[in-house]
Each structure stands twice: as structure tokens, then as C-alpha cells.
């Protein structure tokens, strides 16, 4: 990693050149640079702390001035307890994955001597725009070099000084390596971002990490493929039938937990007879929890009949805004439907298609939930918060996609491979085929390397007279 | 499928809505909606084919004024023995495939009653802008409805005679099945299309099929992501080991067998040795099939050696222009290197990353330029007229795509579907995890449907012992 006053198109050349050197490197050279990543930052703690504090300081400035908001810098601080060892734990986990690339994922037998594979690849060049969150780059960049990619980093000001001491510490360690150092290149000036984005010549992918409006920004004006999201607005639909205490538990927990997250809960629809039932119940939790509750008028007056005064008067009406609103504070916009599909509709015009959930007893409710809401996530009886690369054991995440094409949802180490096909063959030629010509023959063949996978028809006999014992004897 | 005169806006808002509903369709009431396109189009051939001989005569004529190109007068023409027939088969080749959605691709066990799935879903609603080559209407109706996506198809006005018929028919055959009607709509004036790239709240994917200006103009001019590929600059590496007679068959199928196709091979690249071993023979053939062979100088100077003077007399000198150019007609471009990773240097560099090949008895050299070429498609003993959907066994394709994210290579129903997260749990919230809290198991399970992953340590153990007394037998 280094930090580079070169010029965009240097920048750009040199990651494309290294890349190609990264993408050949075996399995254990592009750990054996995650390992000593993770202990040039274990041992630079302090410094990096030192650095953070600094960007700390001015952050709580602009905060004070109104010039940043609570939650970017919120964002900023490495030092919130568990934050910087969670980092560190990231780039081991990343580092015990599987090897992404060179795995082969499909084969097809075209014809005798003539067999078609799809074999995972690195996408090439990353180009990665963040703006507070500097732990982002310690993430990306074990990421980005396990799945054999070289990454442009590009920082936020906010956090200029805390991604200067681990830029420094990463571009010591891997000097030590045999990564290409132009592999890792982190930019720190914000004009040069114009010119990069329009390098789609050299760069594959680009991943801007941030608010809504550096993501509308990015994809204005590039045609470099971007990945991620412009807004989390995520929802819960709460069914009349669920529990309040586990409906209590799931909704503070999305709300509360870290609001300031994309994944954080913005709106809860409650089925109408909810309103009466269960609703009083989670309501006097996140209002105890000091959530603000914009509710509709179906909401409002159940809530005013049921809750006492003083809790009532903190209620407040809902506008039409605050259902297309990410607050990502302690805001939570309330509404009532009175029928399944009229949740789905709220949900599908109103989410950003990151997270929804429902909350029910009903399988055939939460199927039919499931399978309409148009989102990269649908949960059934769990948070919103669960949205995230760690929790779905990727490791760690590069970025969360509501993208409808190549990777949707958190996106770890699978999301930064592409595939190749290759065809391996004896001379045929494809006007051997066709009317008249021979036949493709077309035959799946096993993907290898999976020891779990029966390989013949003699060990599919065992399996099938071992499992028929069985069930004879239950 | 109508032929519509809605606002671009009225065209995108209707497709998304039926888009919906069409996701939710079963298999075969979608199956059913092909078997009726299939049996319209087959009956109504000779309409469609009189309308294509308007087409065609106007292309002719423009074609004599030299305002179109011959290789675009080829595409149009659906009169061409066979391709009316693979048009329809492609449709029932298509029918026949496994439904690619609402599949179950990959399971974790997130924690106990906590399970994530990874689900196959639509895209949303395509957006389809080409040129000539009529037939594609059919072909993309066929996979966008089997894959319950919708399209909004824009025919080129070269082939606007065709396109109609066909959709008229289809049109008709759609009526009679549960497929919402807004879900194929074909528009025609070309001044659409600069208002439908701006709508991507509604259209989540642009795919251009025609020439490298269509393809430029629909990328500088959207920001829905777009799949596809500009140029076809395909190439093959000629290996000094490899016979001259399989290397003659297959250079000559990749160079002439449809020279207007983007997998036809535009350069050889050959190793020196080569050029007075096999090469005079290739050429030979090359130049007795009408080829224009563009000669560097070192294999100007031996083939001018080794060639008759009649021949040799027919061979021209290239230009650097040469080596970046897709004929699209009968010239080759013949370049000499003297080692492998020269040969992937200019092929990573000259080439549009379409389909490259490798011709050579060495496994260790293939697998080296395998790995190396950083293309969609890399062959190794074939020719490149090989990248194709139907010749892949994927039915038909939507297109080839060079892009280094989502689909790669040619573009099949796989490559028309996403996926969604699907996290199902039992009140389980993201602050039980976590320091100190519960741990995450993580845990892959088998994906459902498979009888032949093993499901249990009991099953494992088993199939282990009988592996085993299976060597010991040998």
C-alpha cells in the first residue's frame, strides 16, 4: 500500500500491471500478506489510535459547528470498545477462507474430448471510495488480496489521518511479501476522484462506501459497474399473530442496536389488528429506549388510547417523507395495513431493497413474504441488523449490494470473483456441428474436489440401500 | 408482446408491474407460454419471411448505395437455410431447460433454528436495443419469459418489417396464456431510446446488441448497469508443436465459417518456429478461401519465401491498426512472437477479452495462457467460433458478455437471474452475537434437491469405509 501523489492515470496503469502479477500468485503468498497485514496493525494499534483520535477531534468540531452529522462521526471512531480488535480478527478470517479463485464451478462435457468449465477468477481492479469508517480499509484490503484483486482506496477527509498510519503499517508489511505494492494504492486528494472514475480502460469495478449522496455522485458519473447501495432504508412487517415479547426483542434490536447503520430498521408496518394487541407493548420499549415513533393515523390514535399520557405525548404524526426517509438515528416511522399484499406493496415501492423482515407464526405468510418482497435480503422472525458479511460467515464484507446484477446483499470474497469458461479440445471446429453434423452431447459433469459428492453409480447403490435401512427402521 | 406507442415512461412503469406478477408465475404456466410462441412462430413463417424479404431488399439497396455493410445485410436475412428452424428450436430448447429460478444455491446454519439461503430470483425488467439479426426478438422473448423477466425489446430499422411480424404473432400466441401482455413490449422509433436509459428506478438491466457504436452510445448514455460486449477482436495462438492439418481446420472454421460473427477469429498469433513448419499450409488454405492475410514483417518475409509467387503476391503488409480492429469480414491479421508470455502480453492487450484460443500439444503451455488471458472464454485446441449460448448447452443466449461482473461469456438463462438472502430465525437478534455472546456457527449445509450429497457424519463414515475397501481391492 502506498499513499500516492501520482497521477490518476499512473495510479490506474500501475494497479492494472500489478494486478495481472497478484492474480497469478499461489494460495499460501496472498496469506502469508494477510498474516502480516494483521500483525503490522496488531503491533501499530497505538499509532493508528493516536491518528483516529486526531480526525476524532475535528469531527466532534464539525459535529458542534453542524457541519458533519452524530452519525458519520459515530462512524469515525476506532476506538469504540471492541472495534479495532474486530478489525483484526477480520483480516484472519478472510485470510481462513477458501481460496475464491481458480475454483472450478461448472463442467460441461460438449462432445468426446471437448469439455466446457467455468473456473472463478479475480475481477481485476477495484476502485474503492469511502468516506468516514476507517476501519473499511483494513477490510478491503484483506479482501481485495485474497481474491487476488488490486484495489485504488480512496479516503474520506474525515478520516485522513487514521488512514494515513494504516496505510503506512500495510505498505510496511506487505514490502515484506511478494504482492505488488501498486496492488494497494490509497489516494487521498479529493479532485482526482473525477479522473479515476473515468478510467473504465483500467479499473473493473468500482465500490463507493457512504452516504446516499456520494453513491448517487459515483454512479452519475462514471461507466465503470458500480457496486453498493444509496440508501438502507429497511423494514419489519409485523404480523398480528407474533409474540410481543420476541416482536420486542427483534424490533429494539434493529432499531436500537446501532441506528446508525444501513441496516438499521427505518419503518415498522403492523398489521391492523397488531395495533391494539402487540403494539402497545414495543412501542413502550422504544420509547423507554428513546426512539422517536412517527405514526401514521391508525397508529397514533391505537397508541394515544393505550399508552398512558405521558408516554402518549411523545408520539408524534407521520409525514409522507418519513416513509422514503433513511433516518439513521433514533427515528422510526410507523404504518398499518390491513392486509398482506398491501404490506408487500408499501414495501416494494418504499424500501431501498437492502433488508425487509416479517414477524409471523404463519409459514404460508412468511413464504408468500418472502418470495415478493423484491430485496437482497428477506428475513422471517429475526432483525434487520443480521444484514452484514460477518454475520453471514463471509468473513468480512466489502460492501453491502442492492445492485440486481452480480453480487446482492453483503458481499464478501465470492462477490469479487468473476469466472472464466474454458474450452479444452482435440481439433473440433463448430461447423462440425449443426443439421447433419454431429451432436453436442451437453453432460453435466461433477464439479471435483468435493469429497461429500457420491461419485459413481456402485457408491449411489450403497447410499440408496443405507438410507432405505434406515427409514425401515424408525 | 405488443408493438406499442406509449410514452417510454408508460412502457417502463407497465413492465415493471407485470414483472412482478410474472415472477411469481409457476414453471409451467411459464413453459406454457413458450410452447405457444414456438407454435405461432411455426405456423406463421412464411408472414414472418415476407416481411424479411422487405427487410432485406431495402438492406440490399442500401447496401448498393454503401450506407449499410454487407455483414449487416447478412444478419438480417432470416431466409438462410436453417435459421428459421434453429429460431424455433431455441425456443423449445429453452422450454426444456430446468427452471432457473426460486433455486436453492447455497445453505448456512447461521446459529440453531437461524438458517440463511441463498435463492434464485429475476432480474426485474430488461431493457433489449439491437440491430439487425431478427431472429433475436424470439430468442430473448424465450429467455426473458422462462427466467420471469420482463422486456422491452427495441428493434433496429433495418429489420423493423420482420421485427413486427414476429411480434404480431407472438403478440396473439401470449394472449392465450397467463403471462401479463406488458411484460414483452417492442418499440420502435429510435427517439425512445435516449428517454428509456434514464429510467433506472424501472429497467434494472440494458443489454445492446449490434456494433460497437450502438454498444459505446448505450454505455456513455445510462446509468442502468449494462451487459454486453462492443467488439468480437477474437484470437488464436499458434504453437510451433501443433500438426498443421487440425490447425488448418480449425483456424479456417474460426476465420471463415461466419466471418460477420463476433467469435471469429481476427488474429493469428504465431510462434516464430512456426513460421516455416505449418504456417505456409494454414495460409495456403486461408488465402485459397478468400482470406486477406495482413502480414507483419516476419511472417510477410517467410511466407513470401515459402509461398508460390501467385500466392505470395496476395499478401499485404499490416498496420498497427490491424491488431485493434474487428473485421467483421475475410481478413486475418498475422502477427509473430517469440515466446508464450509475449503472446499473452499482446493478446491481453490487443484483444476485446471476447474468446482467445490456444493451439498447442503442451499442457503446461495451455495452462499458463489458460490462466493468464484475462477473457471471457479461453480455449485451448478449438476454434473461437465455439462461444456460443446453444453450443455452451445453454439453450439460446441473450448475448456474449465481456464484462467483468455478473455474467461473463455467453449469456444464458443463469445469466439472466440474481439471487436474494433468505434469513430465517426464531427471534434471534444481532446483540445475542458478539463479545462475550453467543457464537456464530456457520455451518454449510447440502443444498436441497441433491440426492447425491452426503447429509450426515453416519453417511460420510460409510462412504469413507467403502472408499477405502475399494483401494485396497485395487
Request: charged share 20%; hydrophobic share 40%.
Amino acid at each position: 500500500m502506498s499513499l500516492t501523489n501520482a497521477t490518476p492515470l499512473a495510479v490506474a496503469q500501475a494497479a492494472r500491471l500489478g494486478s495481472r502479477n497478484l492474480a497469478v500468485l499461489p494460495t499460501d503468498e496472498r496469506n502469508a500478506a494477510l498474516t502480516a497485514i494483521h500483525h503490522a496493525l496488531a503491533d501499530g494499534k497505538d499509532a493508528v489510535l493516536a491518528a483516529n483520535a486526531k480526525d476524532l477531534e475535528a469531527a466532534h468540531k464539525a459535529a458542534d459547528g453542524g457541519t458533519l452529522s452524530q452519525s458519520l462521526v459515530k462512524r469515525l471512531d476506532l476506538g469504540k470498545t471492541g472495534k479495532y480488535e474486530d478489525m483484526l480478527q477480520g483480516i484472519l478470517d478472510v485470510r481462513d477462507l477458501d481460496d475464491p479463485i481458480n475454483k472450478t464451478t461448472a463442467r460441461t462435457l460438449l462432445d468426446d474430448n471437448l469439455t466446457l468449465s467455468r473456473q472463478t477468477c479475480p475481477i481485476g481492479v477495484l476502485l474503492i471510495i469511502f468516506e468516514a469508517r476507517p476501519e473499511v480499509i483494513a477490510n478491503i484490503s484483506a479482501l481485495a488480496i485474497k481474491s487476488g484483486n488490486a484495489a485504488i482506496l480512496k479516503g474520506g477527509r474525515e478520516s485522513s489521518h487514521s488512514f494515513a498510519a494504516i496505510a503506512s503499517l500495510i505498505s510496511r508489511a506487505l514490502s515484506t511479501t511478494t504482492v505488488p505494492p501498486a496492488c494497494l494504492q490509497l489516494v487521498q486528494t479529493h479532485d482526482v476522484i473525477a479522473d479515476l472514475l473515468k478510467l473504465d480502460a483500467y479499473i473493473d469495478l468500482c465500490i463507493p462506501r457512504g452516504g446516499n449522496k456520494l453513491v448517487r455522485f459515483v454512479k452519475d458519473n462514471t461507466t465503470i459497474p458500480v457496486l453498493g447501495h444509496a440508501d438502507g432504508i429497511c423494514t419489519t412487517y409485523l404480523c398480528a399473530d407474533y409474540p410481543a415479547d420476541k416482536a420486542t426483542k427483534i424490533v429494539l434490536d434493529a432499531k436500537v442496536s446501532y441506528p446508525a447503520g444501513c441496516n438499521a430498521l427505518e419503518q415498522l408496518i403492523i398489521e391492523a389488528p397488531a395495533l391494539t394487541t402487540t403494539l402497545p407493548a414495543i412501542a413502550t420499549a422504544l420509547l423507554q429506549a428513546g426512539v422517536s415513533l412517527r405514526c401514521d393515523a391508525a397508529s397514533l390514535s391505537a397508541l394515544q388510547s393505550s399508552l398512558p399520557p405521558d408516554s402518549a405525548a411523545l408520539l408524534q404524526p407521520s409525514t409522507p417523507e418519513d416513509y422514503t426517509t433513511e433516518f439513521l438515528n433514533l427515528t422510526l416511522a410507523l404504518k398499518t395495513v390491513t392486509s398482506l399484499s398491501e404490506a408487500i406493496t408499501h414495501i416494494n415501492t418504499h424500501s431501498s431493497h437492502h433488508t425487509d423482515a416479517i414477524l409471523t407464526l404463519s409459514r404460508p405468510t412468511a413464504e408468500t413474504f418472502l418470495a415478493a418482497i423484491d430485496s437482497s435480503s428477506v428475513y422471517w422472525n429475526t432483525s434487520t441488523r443480521m444484514a452484514d458479511g460477518q454475520r453471514y460467515g463471509f468473513g468480512t464484507e466489502v460492501g453491502i449490494s442492492t445492485n440486481k446484477i452480480h453480487s446482492r446483499g453483503p458481499v464478501g470474497l465470492d462477490g469479487l470473483t468473476i469466472y472464466k469458461w474454458v474450452l479444452v479440445g482435440d481439433g473440433q471446429v463448430s461447423a462440425d456441428y449443426g443439421a447433419g453434423g454431429r451432436k453436442w452431447k451437453h453432460r453435466k459433469l461433477p464439479v471435483g474436489g468435493d469429497e461429500d459428492v457420491v461419485r459413481d453409480d456402485e457408491e449411489r447403490e450403497l447410499l440408496w440401500r443405507f438410507r432405505v435401512g434406515r427409514s425401515m427402521e424408525k
